[in-house]
């Protein structure tokens, strides 16, 4: 079921062909994963960077702006392109990023509470989207409505892997390097969870939760001198990350290019 009336007239007269080509969701691989966990890091190491060589609101200024430019390019394209979904995913999980520190460094919110409100977030969005569709499969977006709701649940989970990840580095005392660990290691269970024949969709969305802790902290560790990290830098790492990003991205773009011919 689709609400979008260019969407219905094209899989009306084309089939399936015409809904893989609104597909706006890249195909979960390998690939997939490898680039969304750079994302991650990426956007936590950028907005710290930015938090502290700029103005909080000049810093603001621009990541609010570099957020909703990713998301006008991302509209107002008619089919998917690799580079642009990408750009999205990482403009939200630096803004994702600055929610959650808003919350806990201005207002004053621990982030054992913001992440349970987070939760709660993605949990409601979820349950919108299914009741709005009846998918929450990636692979089920071919209408703006379903595209909306997918975005909306994106920047939910970013938040609450923002708030997750500095729960047990800072307010825990983990660190940075065994929160990591710590998130790695839970990034595989619902790995295996699907494996061994779980619903796809619902191990999707816990791993896709968990890679933004795990990458966070990862970047974090490398990036800072606290909580025990290595301290080689916020500007260091983001190019580090930047650069790992494109040239998946690249990769991405190539297969997307050769799967479409």
């Known amino acids: 079921m689709t609400s979008d009336p260019r969407a219905s007239t094209a899989s009306i007269s084309q089939g399936p062909q015409a809904e893989r080509a609104w597909m706006r969701v890249p195909e979960?691989?390998?690939?997939?994963?490898?680039?969304?966990?750079l994302t991650t890091g990426m956007?936590?190491?950028?907005?710290?960077?930015?938090?502290?060589?700029?103005?909080?609101?000049?810093?603001?200024?621009?990541i609010l702006l570099a957020f909703v430019a990713a998301f006008a390019v991302l509209f107002r394209s008619r089919s998917f392109r690799a580079w642009k979904y990408w750009l999205a995913v990482s403009m939200v999980s630096v803004f994702g990023t600055v929610v959650a520190d808003v919350i806990h460094t201005i207002v004053?919110?621990?982030?054992?509470?913001?992440?349970?409100?987070?939760?709660?977030?993605?949990?409601?969005?979820?349950?919108?989207?299914?009741?709005?569709?009846?998918?929450?499969?990636?692979?089920?977006?071919?209408?703006?409505?379903?595209?909306?709701?997918?975005?909306?649940?994106?920047?939910?989970?970013?938040?609450?892997?923002?708030?997750?990840?500095?729960?047990?580095?800072?307010?825990?005392?983990?660190?940075?390097?065994?929160?990591?660990?710590?998130?790695?290691?839970?990034i595989v269970l619902p790995l295996l969870a699907w494996r061994f024949g779980l619903n796809p969709v619902a191990t999707f969305w816990v791993a896709y939760v968990l890679t933004r802790p795990l990458g966070?902290?990862?970047?974090?560790?490398?990036?800072?001198?606290?909580?025990?990290?290595?301290?080689?830098?916020?500007?260091?790492?983001?190019?580090?990350?930047?650069?790992a990003i494109a040239a998946l991205t690249v990769v991405a773009t190539r297969q997307d290019t050769s799967a479409r011919s």
């Open 28 to 37: 979960v691989t390998a690939l997939f994963w490898a680039i969304k966990i």
């Open 108 to 186: 004053g919110v621990p982030y054992v509470v913001s992440s349970a409100v987070f939760a709660v977030a993605v949990v409601v969005i979820l349950g919108l989207w299914h009741r709005s569709t009846g998918s929450l499969d990636v692979h089920d977006i071919t209408d703006r409505r379903s595209e909306l709701l997918y975005w909306a649940t994106v920047c939910a989970t970013f938040a609450l892997g923002t708030a997750l990840g500095d729960w047990t580095a800072a307010s825990l005392g983990l660190g940075y390097l065994a929160s990591a660990i710590l998130f790695g290691v839970a």
């Open 216 to 243: 966070a902290s990862t970047a974090d560790w490398l990036a800072d001198a606290k909580h025990g990290g290595l301290g080689w830098g916020t500007g260091p790492v983001t190019l580090g990350w930047v650069v």
């Open 43 to 62: 956007g936590e190491t950028l907005s710290d960077f930015l938090g502290t060589h700029l103005p909080p609101e000049i810093a603001g200024g621009i």
